[in-house]
C-alpha cells in the first residue's frame, strides 16, 4: 500500500506552496491521482509519499529545468575562454577585459551575447602582457559591481575624486598600466 498524502502535506514536505504543489500536478511534473470527495461533487489531489520527496529534491536543487537557464560555456571550441570566467578566476571586473578586446587585436568570439577570448590572449592576460594599452589613464575608480570605471585619471586625481561627494559609498582604485593590466589596487 502506498502512502498517500494530501496537497497540504505535500507542500510541508517540499517546503513550498500549496498552489506551487497544484501548479506542478496540472503539468505533469508531480505524478497524483484524484480521490473523489465522499459527499458533494469534486475531487481532491492525493500523492505518493516517494513522488513528492523525489520532486522535493529536485525542488531544492533549483526547481524545475523549465525555468532553469542555460548553463553558460566556459569554453568554445578551437581555444576560447569565456571573459567572464577569466575575469572570476583573475579576481578583475569583466570590463577590463571587454575593454582589452575592444582596444586590441586580441581574438575573440561571440556566442550570443557572451564573448569568449583566445587561450594565447588569456595567457597574455594572466601573465600581465597586455598587446596594447588597456586604459589610457593610468589609475580608475570602480564601483561595487566594478563593470566599467566610474573615473580615470593620475592616482591624486582618483584619490580626490574617491572622497569627493560624487563618488559612492565603496570605491576602489585600480591601476591599468601599458605593460600591465592591473599592478596595484587601494582599497
Not at 55 to 78: S, Y
Not at 100 to 122: C, I, P, S, W
Not at 133 to 160: H, M, R
Request: with cysteine.
Amino acid at each position: 500500500m502506498t502512502d498517500l498524502i494530501s496537497t497540504q502535506e505535500a507542500a510541508e514536505v517540499v517546503g513550498c506552496s500549496i498552489h506551487t504543489i497544484l501548479k506542478y500536478a496540472r503539468t505533469g511534473a508531480i505524478p497524483h491521482t484524484r480521490t473523489p470527495f465522499k459527499q458533494g461533487r469534486g475531487y481532491r489531489l492525493v500523492y505518493d509519499r516517494a513522488d513528492i520527496e523525489a520532486f522535493a529534491r529536485h525542488w531544492k536543487n533549483g526547481g524545475t529545468q523549465k525555468h532553469r537557464k542555460a548553463p553558460v560555456a566556459t569554453r568554445l571550441p578551437g581555444g576560447f575562454v569565456n571573459a567572464a570566467y577569466l575575469a572570476r578566476q583573475m579576481d578583475i571586473p569583466p570590463q577590463t577585459i571587454y575593454t582589452a578586446a575592444k582596444n586590441t587585436d586580441m581574438r575573440t568570439k561571440k556566442h550570443g551575447q557572451r564573448l569568449y577570448v583566445h587561450e594565447a590572449a588569456r595567457r597574455a592576460l594572466l601573465d600581465g602582457r597586455d598587446p596594447e594599452q588597456v586604459n589610457p589613464a593610468d589609475w580608475s575608480c570602480f564601483g561595487y559591481d566594478g563593470s566599467k570605471p566610474l573615473f580615470s585619471g593620475t592616482l591624486d586625481e582618483c584619490i580626490a575624486w574617491r572622497d569627493s561627494p560624487d563618488a559612492p559609498e565603496y570605491v576602489r582604485i585600480i591601476r591599468c598600466e601599458q605593460n600591465d593590466l592591473i599592478t596595484a589596487m587601494i582599497e
